[in-house]
T-cell receptor, first 116, second 114 residues
Framework: GAVVSQHPSWVICKSGTSVKIECRSL??????MFWYRQFPKQSLMLMAT?????????EQGVEKDKFLINHASLTLSTLTVTSAHPEDSSFYIC????????????FGSGTRLTVV | AQSVTQPDIHITVSEGASLELRCNYS??????LFWYVQSPGQGLQLLLK??????LVQGIKGFEAEFKRSQSSFNLRKPSVHWSDAAEYFC????????????FGKGTRLSVIA
């Protein structure tokens, strides 16, 4: 249980275009979703926290106009990379707290974005 | 705010040898601690976690970790490493309250040689 489905697994896009990444909580309601970015051979860095029905909270240094986060329902959070550039190429992972009394986190399988 | 330090960027061990990966955390209250493993190009797999109780935690794949409050550490151990254990290992710390994210260490890359 408590699965987060992330799509796509990988995507290649041209510079200047936009890419949307989806994370769906399949069997629970995720009021909050955390979005991480991981550059090659580096750790996971928190980009933003999305809350259902309200604006996302971005970490310092993350451009909110470039990385648009929408959490329109209790089961879907999306990250849109707008006007992508090669330096946006990275591995993006979403995460949510486990529901109920279980402490822990569930993670999406990640999206490998390559901007050419 | 919480933080995690993994002092070793890269460790190489021989297959069959024992392994210890270090993790130190900083958090003002009782932390919730995790170890994850990531193979190249893959997502995260939870190895084990600590919330409270017994400070020696058993995980999957024969891994264990010991929480030492006095040393602010949560080191990961395995008595005998297999070649398939070669991967990136991340220690992470979470708060014991609120809907807050995990904070990850920089990771330790494990190489296994024959």
């Amino acid at each position: 249980g408590a699965v987060v489905s992330q799509h796509p697994s990988w995507v290649i896009c041209k510079s200047g275009t936009s890419v949307k990444i989806e994370c769906r909580s399949l069997d629970f309601q995720a009021t909050t979703m955390f979005w991480y970015r991981q550059f090659p051979k580096q750790s996971l860095m928190l980009m933003a926290t999305s809350n259902e029905g309200s604006k996302a909270t971005y970490e310092q240094g993350v451009e909110k106009d470039k990385f648009l986060i929408n959490h329109a329902s209790l089961t879907l959070s999306t990250l849109t990379v707008t006007s992508a550039h090669p330096e946006d190429s990275s591995f993006y992972i979403c995460s949510a707290r486990l529901p109920g009394g279980h402490y822990g986190y569930t993670f999406g399988s990640g999206t490998r974005l390559t901007v050419v | 705010a919480q933080s995690v330090t993994q002092p070793d960027i890269h460790i190489t061990v021989s297959e069959g040898a024992s392994l210890e990966l270090r993790c130190n955390y900083s958090y003002g209250a009782t932390p919730y601690l995790f170890w994850y493993v990531q193979s190249p190009g893959q997502g995260l797999q939870l190895l084990l976690k600590y919330f409270s109780g017994d400070t020696l935690v058993q995980g999957i794949k024969g891994f264990e970790a010991e929480f030492k409050r006095s040393q602010s550490s949560f080191n990961l151990r395995k008595p005998s490493v297999h070649w398939s254990d070669a991967a990136e290992y991340f220690c992470a710390v979470g708060r014991n309250s609120g809907n807050t994210p995990l904070v990850f260490g920089k990771g330790t890359r494990l190489s296994v040689i024959a």
